[in-house]
């Protein structure tokens, strides 16, 4: 089922998710709907606070940044109550965007390689190494859970020219093919 994108301005993209437990009900439903969702919004990640749920779940799907020839390096994955152990490499920019903000994009820098540990849909431990766009939709979908959006982590400059655009999107005022809510 898909489901609405909860736009930015609403607080819950704002609050640090909690844990989620392995009893958590309908989780495997939960995780479908996750998937449809991000699918239909043409994304390649997507949190549960940005459903509205305040809870340390993300996936992640980046095939779609790799050419066929290097699809194997791509990951379609799901991460509950992961942490980022370290993060390491010289920063570099990426023009990234943001289901919740909708329409606006900007060079974010991220380290190149992190270290991540979390569970996987079976609630099983792993502790894992990323780098590449692997590692930037990673963190990306970890400052989610996180309460941190993207547009906080850009220049001073580029979030003042786009400061209307974000009043926009707090009033609902979107033009996108994926429902959303405030």
Not at 25 to 48: E, I, S
Not at 70 to 80: A, L, M, R, T, Y
């Amino acid at each position: 089922m898909i489901l609405p994108i909860v736009l930015y301005g609403n607080p819950v993209l704002k609050t640090p998710a909690k844990e989620v437990q392995n009893e958590y009900k309908d989780l495997r439903d939960l995780l479908n709907n996750m998937w449809d969702t991000m699918y239909h919004a043409k994304g390649v990640g997507l949190a549960a606070p940005q459903i509205g749920l305040s809870i340390r779940i993300f996936i992640v799907d980046s095939t779609a940044y790799y050419d066929k020839s290097e699809v194997h390096k791509g990951i379609k994955k799901v991460f509950i109550n992961p942490k980022i152990i370290h993060e390491e490499g010289i920063s570099w920019g990426f023009e990234e965007g943001c289901l919740s903000i909708p329409k606006i994009n900007a060079e974010v820098l991220r380290k190149p390689v992190l270290k991540i540990r979390y569970q996987d849909e079976l609630f099983q431990w792993k502790e894992e190494e990323y780098d590449d766009m692997n590692a930037r939709i990673i963190q990306h979908e970890y400052d989610h859970i996180e309460g941190i959006l993207f547009v906080e982590k850009i220049s001073a400059i580029r979030k003042k020219l786009i400061q209307s655009k974000l009043e926009k999107i707090k009033r609902g005022i979107v033009d996108v093919k994926y429902p959303v809510r405030q």
